[in-house]
């Protein structure tokens, strides 16, 4: 599964990825971006991880065939997951990734 994580912030996609390394040896990041610039249409993801400031900015447009989910600094944001809870982002990707082979 290729994982992308699109985050402005380096400081967190380091310790996003540094906290699903130790939790869960199966989830991996494959790719990371800071800015819709650094995508390219030809890299390939299964499931993004793509901060809330990003949404509806034509990423899912772009990635229509990848899953995608939201994390926000706000943990009342009903659209993504609240990005300090690092147990429920992994789980999500996790749901996400068991339901690619579904149409």
């Known amino acids: 599964m290729n994982l992308l994580l699109l985050d402005k912030n380096f ?21 990371i971006a800071n800015s819709l610039n650094d995508l390219s249409y030809a890299y390939n993801a299964d ?12 990423i899912e447009v772009r990635f229509s065939n990848c899953k995608i989910i939201y994390l926000s600094d706000d943990p ?12 429920y982002i992994i789980k999500s990707i996790e749901r996400k990734s068991s339901n690619l082979s579904e149409p």
Not at 11 to 22: G, I, P, R, V
Not at 47 to 58: K, P, W
């Open 11 to 31: 400081d967190y996609c380091k310790t996003l990825m540094n906290s699903m390394s130790a939790l869960n040896d199966e989830v991996r990041i494959s790719f």
């Open 47 to 58: 499931v993004i991880l793509a901060d809330y400031s990003f949404y509806d900015t034509g």
């Open 76 to 87: 009342s944001n009903e659209l993504a997951i609240p990005k300090d809870n690092i147990d």
